[in-house]
C-alpha cells in the first residue's frame, strides 16, 4: 500500500475533480475576491468559487503562482484576473477592488484569506514578528472589508437586481488556551469580533458579514512544525485533521444565497475542535499533563 502524505494539500487539478454538495450556478455570474488566493486554503477556495460560476479577481503578494492559478481556472472557462497585493498595503486593498470594478462593473463576495503565522513562545515574539503577524490577520482584513464597503456605500444602500453585498473572513478557532501563536490568538480575535460588529453597523448597506473559524487543516506548512506539537494536529472530537476543500465548502456556503439570513456569525469547521480539543504549536507543557490530586 502506498503512504498518503497526512499533510498533503490539493493541487488545483484535484481540486477541480473532488466532489462537492453545491450545484453549478451557486455563485453564477457573482464577483469574488479572494485574497491570499495561491495558498493551500485560498487556492481550494478559488476553484471551488470558480466551478460554482463565480467570476474571479485573485491577489496575493507574488504573482507566479497567482498567474499560474489564473492559467488553470482560465482555461476551464473560469474569467479571471490577477492583482498583486499585500493586504497590509491600504492603497493595494484599494487596487484590487477597483480592479473588480473595472473589469467587472461590480462586486459581490469578498473572502478575506490572506493571513499568516508562526509559532513562538510569547516571551520569545519580537516586536516585528508581532507587528508582521497582527498587520497581516487583522489590519489587512479591516483594509479590504473597509475598501470595499467603501464601494458599496458609493453604490447606495440597494444593491441591483442579481447582485449581493457579502464578506467572508477566514479565521481561526478562539477563546482557548494554548501556547505558542499569541499574536495570531490576538490579531483572529479581533478580526472576529470586527466580524460581529460590522455586521450590524454595515446592515443598512445590506452587507453581510460572517466568519470560517479554521481548525487545524492538513497542509504542507505542518511539516515545519516541531514533532512535539504533531500529537495535538487531530485533538478535535473527530480525531482527524481538516482539509482545504472543508474551508473551501463552508466558505461558499456562507457566500451564497443559502446563507442570505446568515450575518455577524463564526462558522467553525474544526472537527469540534472549539467544544473539545488541545492544540500545541509547541508542544504540550509539561504543566498541562493530567495529575491526580486528594
Not at 150 to 164: E, I, L
Not at 190 to 217: C, F, H, K, Q, S
Request: with cysteine; hydrophobic share 45%.
Amino acid at each position: 500500500m502506498t503512504n498518503v502524505d497526512p499533510y498533503h494539500s490539493h493541487d488545483v487539478t484535484e481540486l477541480f475533480r473532488l466532489p462537492t454538495v453545491f450545484a453549478g450556478d451557486t455563485l453564477a455570474d457573482q464577483v469574488v475576491v479572494v485574497t491570499g488566493a495561491a495558498g493551500g486554503i485560498g487556492s481550494a477556495i478559488t476553484v471551488l468559487a470558480a466551478r460554482l460560476g463565480a467570476r474571479l479577481v485573485i491577489c496575493g503578494r507574488r504573482t507566479e503562482p497567482l498567474d499560474a492559478l489564473a492559467a488553470e481556472l482560465r482555461d476551464a472557462g473560469t474569467e479571471c484576473i490577477v492583482v498583486q497585493a499585500s493586504v497590509r498595503d491600504p492603497e493595494a486593498v484599494a487596487s484590487v477592488v477597483d480592479a473588480a470594478w473595472d473589469r467587472f462593473g461590480r462586486l459581490d463576495v469578498v473572502v478575506n484569506n490572506a493571513g499568516g503565522q508562526f509559532s513562538s513562545p510569547a516571551l520569545d515574539i519580537s516586536p516585528k514578528g508581532w507587528h508582521a503577524v497582527v498587520e497581516t490577520n487583522l489590519y489587512g482584513t479591516w483594509f479590504v472589508m473597509q475598501a470595499a464597503a467603501r464601494r458599496w456605500a458609493d453604490q447606495g444602500d440597494v444593491p441591483p437586481a442579481g447582485q449581493q453585498r457579502c464578506i467572508v473572513n477566514i479565521a481561526t478557532v478562539t477563546g482557548r488556551g494554548g501556547g505558542g501563536i499569541a499574536h495570531t490568538a490576538a490579531a483572529r480575535g479581533g478580526a472576529i469580533n470586527l466580524t460581529r460588529y460590522l455586521a450590524a453597523e454595515w446592515a443598512p448597506l445590506r452587507v453581510r458579514i460572517n466568519a470560517v473559524a479554521v481548525g487545524v487543516v492538513a497542509s504542507e506548512g505542518l511539516q515545519t512544525y516541531p514533532d512535539a506539537a504533531r500529537a495535538s494536529f487531530g485533538h478535535n472530537p473527530m480525531r482527524r485533521l481538516g482539509d482545504t476543500w472543508d474551508i473551501a465548502q463552508g466558505t461558499a456556503y456562507l457566500a451564497s444565497a443559502a446563507a442570505g439570513f446568515v450575518t455577524g456569525t463564526t462558522l467553525e469547521v474544526d472537527g469540534g475542535e472549539h467544544v473539545w480539543g488541545e492544540y500545541w504549536p509547541l508542544g504540550r507543557p509539561e504543566w498541562f499533563e493530567g495529575r491526580a490530586y486528594p
